[in-house]
């Protein structure tokens, strides 16, 4: 009853204003930003807008003759609008009466108002809403770019080499393409995969650099002044391959499809990769020498190795773990590179 009185009130408002204001008729819905409304609902509110404004004008019409009836009886005041007050109470009873008879399911029109806000479409029985809803809440299947830096270290189980004794700060800056492939729309599981562009960046304190000898073989030399920048960069491609599995909570969309937000929440993934070599950069600046030269210095040409990455949203935390040796040929001896690091994707 609440109801009916609020949509009669709002419905008799408006048709006023189209007959007083000649202004078409419009409905206080939210912006197109925010929602939008279905032709359905809109065609028949519109509709029962204007039986209302008919039934109230009628009815006004015939309610002004008899108040100009009651008029011409001079009557005083007090006994004048106590008949008008029961002229006006018996046609709002009549308009009341006639508003029920055309048979407004309220209840009805705000579902299917509910149903198109959700699926952007008007649907016409259980079957179709619940294609729509299986059709929007599929499983996550996306690409998305990724950034990450870290930390590098360069494990070393045997005795320090000369590497070991000199590096200073090394890091792995990281971004690409990042594949989320969830299993089935409640699965926690999915496949994470992609596309990535890695540069591994070794700092050397103590004015050493990275020299070669007249067979090529790479040593770390001393350059006898002060060196402001001395690094060895190398860019890899990266592919990584693994599992990801979502802690959140299945998620219900009615009509018993159930879905899981795959992209959202807190994840845990594990995940092995594999990379192949672009070009090594030597960079050294100081007292009476700046350089950056491309060259071969006996970098691994392909690392793998397996990383292991907590999430939360889009925000990541990692470490990986390299199974082959950061230089190639037992050059520095048993390096390999461990990084801790975050992540963002988007």
Do not use: H
Request: proline share 2%.
């Amino acid at each position: 009853m609440i109801k009916k009185f609020i949509l009669m009130g709002f419905l008799c408002l408006l048709s006023n204003s189209v007959y007083s204001q000649r202004k078409p008729l419009t409905l206080n819905f939210p912006s197109k930003e925010d929602s939008q409304v279905s032709p359905v609902v809109k065609e028949k509110v519109d509709e029962y807008a204007k039986q209302i404004d008919l039934i109230i004008q009628e009815e006004k019409k015939q309610m002004e003759v008899e108040l100009l009836e009651l008029q011409g009886k001079n009557l005083d005041k007090a006994e004048f609008d106590k008949q008008k007050t029961a002229v006006a109470s018996k046609y709002a009873e009549k308009i009341d009466q006639r508003i029920e008879a055309l048979g407004f399911d309220l209840d009805t029109v705000i579902q299917k108002q509910v149903k198109y806000s959700l699926l952007n479409s008007d649907v016409t029985s259980k079957e179709e809403l619940k294609e729509k809803l299986l059709k929007k809440f599929r499983p996550t299947k996306n690409v998305g770019g990724y950034i990450s830096y870290g930390i590098m270290n360069l494990t070393n189980s045997k005795a320090d080499n000369s590497l070991d004794k000199n590096i200073g700060y090394a890091g792995n800056f990281e971004f690409g393409l990042k594949l989320n492939y969830q299993f089935s729309r409640t699965s926690p599981w999915g496949l994470i995969s992609g596309i990535g562009f890695s540069w591994r960046t070794l700092n050397i304190d103590n004015n050493m650099f990275f020299a070669k000898d007249g067979n090529a073989d790479v040593f770390l030399d001393n350059y006898g002044k002060d060196l402001s920048k001395s690094k060895l960069r190398t860019g890899y491609i990266m592919v990584p391959l693994g599992l990801q599995y979502n802690f959140s909570k299945l998620k219900n969309a009615g009509m018993d499809v159930q879905y899981r937000d795959y992209d959202k929440g807190f994840k845990v993934g594990a995940n092995v990769y594999g990379g192949v070599k672009m070009s090594t950069n030597n960079i050294i600046k100081g007292d009476g020498i700046s350089q950056r030269e491309r060259g071969n210095y006996q970098v691994n040409p392909f690392i793998y190795g397996a990383q292991f990455t907590v999430s939360y949203n889009d925000f990541s935390i990692f470490v990986k773990k390299d199974f082959g040796n950061f230089f190639k040929d037992n050059r520095f001896e048993n390096d390999k590179a461990l990084v801790f690091g975050v992540g963002l994707w988007w």
